[in-house]
């Protein structure tokens, strides 16, 4: 991808280890490389190209990689020598719906790492939101990262105003979580549990117990 300073000096920055982008289709990396994004970059390294090429900024560590919102205040006094804003580049949700509705659509496209990029982004704005971290959770079940989901799934519930319109969903998806986790006799004893405390939901849960 092709990355810009605040003085105005462009170079190509490629980025290895990131999960899911591997062989990767164009539109998935857009979906989370977004035109105008702004990046932090903790220790980038500038390599020499191939042959008599520009160089390249090179990031080994996804986790070397932070996203900044506009009003984030590491960028107070920071201004861009070519303009504070990128034409063409797509807006910036604002509120929760928004990044609810931008993590859901990468999430039906198959597009997980962005929709778990929206999500996050989203609750760093609404750290509150039990739908964005159930949907984070939805999204990391996807992703086999089933400590994560299972995580969101109990912090979601664990949260004062937590709707109980939302239980059955947490419930299922920690379920589903402790299942990936290989703690078997847990995840059976939670379908259980939930079919019988949600008549409703059992015809989702019978396949999963024995």
Request: proline fraction near 7%; include cysteine.
């Amino acid at each position: 991808m092709v990355v810009e300073d605040v003085n105005g000096d462009v170079c190509t920055m490629t980025v290895y280890n990131y999960p899911g982008t591997v062989g990767a289709r164009s539109q998935l990396v857009e979906a989370l490389f977004p035109v105008g994004s702004i990046l932090a970059i903790r220790e980038p390294t500038l390599r020499s190209a191939a042959g008599k090429g520009d160089p390249l900024l090179r990031v080994d560590c996804p986790s070397d990689i932070i996203w900044l919102e506009p009003d984030d205040e590491r960028l107070v006094g920071v201004n861009w020598k070519t303009g504070g804003h990128v034409a063409n580049s797509p807006s910036l949700p604002r509120t929760e719906e928004e990044w609810k509705k931008q993590g859901n659509d990468h999430h039906q496209k198959g597009y997980y790492i962005p929709a778990a990029v929206s999500y996050s982004r989203g609750l760093q704005r609404f750290p509150a939101s039990s739908v964005l971290r159930l949907n984070r959770a939805m999204t990391y079940l996807q992703l086999e990262h089933y400590g994560a989901a299972l995580s969101d799934c109990e912090t979601a519930q664990e949260g004062e105003d937590f709707p109980e319109s939302l239980r059955p969903k947490a419930l299922f998806r920690a379920a589903k979580a402790l299942y990936g986790l290989t703690r078997w006799d847990e995840a059976e004893r939670s379908f259980a549990d939930m079919a019988d405390r949600y008549p409703s939901e059992a015809a989702a849960c019978n396949p999963w117990i024995q």
